[in-house]
């Protein structure tokens, strides 16, 4: 009971340990003028460090309203690029590289195709 797993490495961790690194990052973004965004997704630890938790889009609108230069955007990889659309002057910086959608990873190419020009948004 106490320890538990934060990282991809399956090294668990004590309480102490992760306050610690909790700690160390809140002041690696306090140095680097960061904005830390947490999806709902995430596990209570990356949450309880983050500045705001929330859904994708609600993340990606909250840091355009932040001053800080820098997003990191603990979530995956459509998340991170949305901020980055949004915000273009700031740098968005995505913890973990591998984190991936299992909707995205699903959904098959060729059903994504180029839109077209002179089409009307349709309501189902």
Do not use: Y
């Not at 002041?27 to 938790?53: M, T, W």
């Not at 820098?70 to 995956?76: K, R």
Request: one cysteine or more; hydrophobic letters at 40%; a negative charge.
């Amino acid at each position: 009971m106490g320890t538990t797993v934060i990282d991809s490495s399956d090294t668990p961790m004590t309480v102490e340990q992760i306050v610690a690194l909790q700690r160390e990052v809140r002041e690696v973004a306090a140095e680097r003028s960061a904005v830390i965004l947490a999806h709902n997704s995430q596990r209570p630890e990356v949450q309880d460090v983050a500045d705001f938790v929330g859904d994708s889009l609600a993340l990606s609108r909250e840091a355009t309203g932040s001053e800080a230069e820098v997003i990191a955007f603990c979530g995956v990889h459509f998340m991170a690029e949305t901020a980055s659309i949004l915000s273009p002057d700031k740098t968005v910086l995505l913890p973990d590289l591998a984190a991936g959608c299992s909707l995205g990873t699903r959904s098959p190419q060729p059903s994504c195709g180029p839109g077209r020009r002179g089409t009307r948004a349709r309501s189902w």
